[in-house]
């Protein structure tokens, strides 16, 4: 589909959306037009994002703050259907930014990559949970982290992966577990850090995240970057009641919703079976990538000069150039 095809179909989606929920946050919105629908109907965050901004300025749609989130509606919605939507909405969408449950939200899938680990016999791996058997996930759980050196290599202040596993051929890979809404965009907090991360152990980066867009895929995987995607937010067992809520399509609509620790066949064969015969190769991506990972993970190259070299170093052509400004994550 060409990129104004998509523009416009967004714009539809995006108006017909809100017509019917009256009210949603930017994840919602994303939830019901990038990750639901048939697949040529589906618009990635990084082209609804500017349309939904175009509809702004046109007035069309609006926008509003609650609870430290923004929520959009129609331009032309009646004031009095907004704000009982909206605090119908908020009462979930409050109850699952609350730090509790955040903070063992994000447990729950690196419980479920530990457990997938566990089935790999043989497998040396540093990064567990000593407690899993001794009382249920409405609390947090005691993890020991892994370490945060190899050899001479050191990570600075509190900074650790979490896991790291050694592979026969490969050396070390460093695994990063995140249970997060949002799509990861290679130009995200997430990624740079991973980068700095991996480029500072000399380790080969896995990320394990719940959508990850082909952008991500085709930049990252080029320099040696491992990709699992969940298709799935993890929450604890204790909160389904809560999680039953976020999945109602009339709120907050997040439908791929699943709960427990327990991993699924899919990240069972991708840490049993699919790591293990990837990672070689991933490590000579990695070997002859290092350095502009490296520096795109200090922070001292921007994405869009980062992306542009990995293409150039692809095709073999000279990578000291102007670097054309480009901007893959969305806003919200």
């Not at 566990?118 to 892994?146: I, N, V, W």
């Not at 993890?234 to 809560?242: G, K, N, R, S, T």
């Not at 809520?245 to 327990?262: A, E, P």
């Amino acid at each position: 589909m060409e990129r104004v095809e998509r523009g416009q179909l967004a714009r539809k989606r995006l108006q017909s959306i809100l017509g019917r929920h009256v009210v949603a946050n930017a994840r919602t919105l994303e939830q019901k037009i990038s990750d639901s629908g048939p697949n040529n109907q589906r618009i990635d965050p990084h082209v609804l994002t500017p349309v939904r901004q175009a509809l702004e300025k046109e007035g069309l749609v609006e926008r509003t703050a609650k609870g430290g989130n923004t929520w959009y509606f129609l331009g032309n919605t009646p004031q009095d259907l907004i704000q009982p939507r909206l605090d119908e909405q908020f009462a979930i969408f409050s109850e699952y930014s609350k730090n509790r449950l955040r903070e063992r939200l994000g447990q729950t899938l690196e419980i479920a990559t530990y457990r997938a680990l566990m089935q790999l016999d043989g497998l040396e791996f540093y990064g567990r949970f000593r407690d899993l058997d001794e009382h249920d996930d409405s609390t947090l759980y005691a993890k020991e982290e892994p370490p945060q050196h190899v050899g001479n290599r050191a990570l600075p202040g509190q900074l650790r992966l979490d896991f790291m596993a050694r592979h026969p051929d490969a050396g070390i890979l460093g695994i990063e577990c995140k249970n997060v809404r949002e799509w990861m965009y290679p130009d995200r907090e997430e990624i740079i850090e991973l980068a700095f991360k991996a480029t500072t152990l000399n380790v080969v980066p896995v990320l394990i995240a719940r959508r990850i867009p082909f952008v991500t895929f085709k930049v990252l995987s080029a320099c040696g970057v491992i990709i699992h995607q969940t298709y799935n937010q993890l929450l604890p067992v204790a909160d389904e009641a809560i999680a039953a809520q976020m999945r109602d399509k009339n709120l907050l609509g997040y439908h791929d919703i699943r709960t427990g620790n327990v991993p699924d066949k899919r990240m069972v064969k991708f840490i049993t079976a699919d790591l293990m015969k990837v990672a070689p190769a991933s490590r000579e991506k990695f070997e002859a990538f290092s350095d502009l990972l490296g520096a795109f993970g200090r922070q001292e190259m921007k994405y869009h000069e980062f992306a542009a070299r990995v293409r150039r170093r692809l095709k073999g052509t000279k990578e000291d150039n102007d670097w054309p400004e480009e901007h893959p994550s969305e806003e919200g």
